[in-house]
């Protein structure tokens, strides 16, 4: 049976301070169905009344909240953690009719972002500190970790359930309020989210959502407050350096996971059926629309013809359409500018001298349909090479020597994540030293991993989510000087 969901069973307001309720304006903007132009809901559009209520429920619930023990936000978010996996079917059908992937992608998706929950509900309680002396003995030094404060969430639309709650998770661990405002694309899933933890038994003012089609209008009046003291956001490095201004007024802690230009490197001894293995993950997943999706193929010259030959042929294959429908693999983007854009990049390779191997046409009928497409012999100027795809484009560039490889690869302005196959330890590992990225798959095109840093260097960002490391872009560090 396949999953479905009741439209009118959907929760479409803002949730300010505990409460459902309208956009002050009483506005209100469409969510749509990208595999068929169906308007799935109405959602509130929020402004800049609702942002300040928004702002200011979440300042006034900060101190109570921060005082809460560990075990009592443990133990919201393994309610929520069980909840989630409760309501799979409904969440991935949600996510599906708003944002195109598959549904058996989007209830991989539902999964994932559940691990983030148990995840920090575990090291909500393992939150320390330490102890020592001063190196003249006169003074006994207290270190302890306390919650940054009120923190700005911003998420994308590729990954609705897992990008709220890879921030809003470890922010509940560590004790911070929130105010979050979801893409306008794909806010239903947010708001599900969001009702979800508040069965899970979160306090009021904790957790306060504000839906919008104008994102300044909120965003920036939650930044310049002066009541958070930290954004999280992931979306274009654009848009990611212009909150980091907006950060700077009042020194706001900020954690940026923004664009990415992911370089895949298939080395002279590869195993070939691995690699286009690893291919298909890395960049088929999320129908490419991810910011680790595999953007250049750098193959050496020895092997250019036949990945590509391979990789096309498994491309090919692929069966595009609704994702709500039995046997898709493809699914929509997610509107008609993603699709222009990947129709422009593949344009202008071929008018540089790429290749068609497979795809490069836009199938007849509704929904911003791109079919898998396969391009070689990619040149360098071709804008592919420098602009995050975004969609299920694979551009291959031959190369002949390892520091050439690794130049092609470092040649660019991001560096979230590299992909390199080989054969040979030594060669992975001096692969995976001298790539400019955060992240490195070695003969794997998955790296997501709750229990695994995720972020980049570059322009790709600032700070790490998941990991007992995500807890601590959260907490702040406090010194206590005892007088022996």
């Known amino acids: ?110 999964a994932y972002g559940a691990e983030f929950l148990r995840w920090f509900s575990e090291e909500a309680t393992r939150i ?111 848009v990611g350096k212009i909150l980091l201004r907006q950060a700077a007024e009042n020194v706001m802690r900020s954690s940026m996971e923004l664009g990415g230009n992911a370089p895949f490197i298939v080395l002279a001894d590869a195993d070939v059926e691995r690699a286009v293995d690893g291919a298909m993950i890395a960049k088929m997943r999320n129908m490419g629309e991810a910011c680790t999706a595999a953007n250049r193929f750098f193959v050496h010259r020895s092997l250019a013809e036949e990945f590509g030959d391979r990789f096309a042929k498994r491309m090919a294959e692929l069966q595009v359409g609704n994702g709500a429908l039995e046997g898709t693999e493809v699914g929509p983007l997610i509107e008609q500018a993603g699709r222009d854009k990947v129709e422009d990049l593949v344009a202008d390779a071929l008018a ?55 130049h092609l690869a470092n040649d660019t302005d991001w560096g979230l994540v590299g992909y390199v196959f080989t054969e040979n330890v030594d060669t992975a590992m001096r692969f995976s030293s001298a790539l400019e990225v955060g992240m490195v798959g070695l003969n794997t095109g998955l790296v997501s991993n709750p229990v695994a840093p995720f972020g980049g260097v570059k322009q790709s960002g600032l700070g790490r989510e998941g990991s007992k490391i995500g807890i601590d872009e959260y907490l702040e560090y406090k010194y206590t000087a005892i007088a022996r």
């Open 1 to 110: 049976m396949t999953p479905s969901f009741d439209p009118n069973a959907l929760h479409t307001g803002l949730f300010i301070d505990g409460a459902w309720r309208q956009a002050t304006s009483a506005a209100t903007f469409n969510v749509e169905n990208p595999a068929t132009h169906e308007v799935i809901a109405e959602v509130a559009d929020g402004g800049l009344d609702d942002a300040l209520n928004a702002i200011a429920a979440a300042g006034r619930a900060q101190a109570t909240w921060a005082t809460s023990t560990p075990r009592e936000r443990a133990d919201i978010l393994r309610r929520a953690f069980d909840l989630v996996n409760a309501n799979t079917d409904r969440l991935a059908a949600i996510i599906t009719a708003e944002m195109g992937k598959p549904l058996a992608e989007a209830k991989g998706e539902v």
């Open 352 to 406: 540089k001298g790429a290749r068609v191997l497979t795809g490069a046409t836009c199938p007849q009928g509704p929904g911003y349909f791109y079919t898998p497409t396969v391009l070689t012999d990619v040149p360098l100027d071709a804008k592919l090479m420098t602009t995050e795809i975004f969609g299920p484009v694979a551009a291959i560039t031959p190369f002949d020597s390892e520091d050439e490889a690794v």
């Open 128 to 238: 320390g500190g330490d102890h020592t002396t001063s190196v003249d003995g006169k003074t006994r030094i207290l270190i302890t970790k306390e919650p940054v404060g009120t923190c700005v969430l911003v998420t994308p639309w590729n990954f609705p359930l897992t990008m709220g709650i890879r921030k809003i998770a470890p922010a509940i661990a560590a004790g911070c309020t929130m105010v979050f405002k979801p893409s306008e694309l794909t806010p239903l899933t947010s708001l599900a989210l969001v009702d979800i933890f508040q069965q899970a038994g979160l306090p009021d003012g904790v957790l306060n959502v504000v839906t919008t089609s104008n994102a300044a209008d909120v965003v920036e009046p939650w930044m310049s407050s002066g009541i958070a003291r930290k954004v999280s956001f992931t979306g274009s490095t654009a």
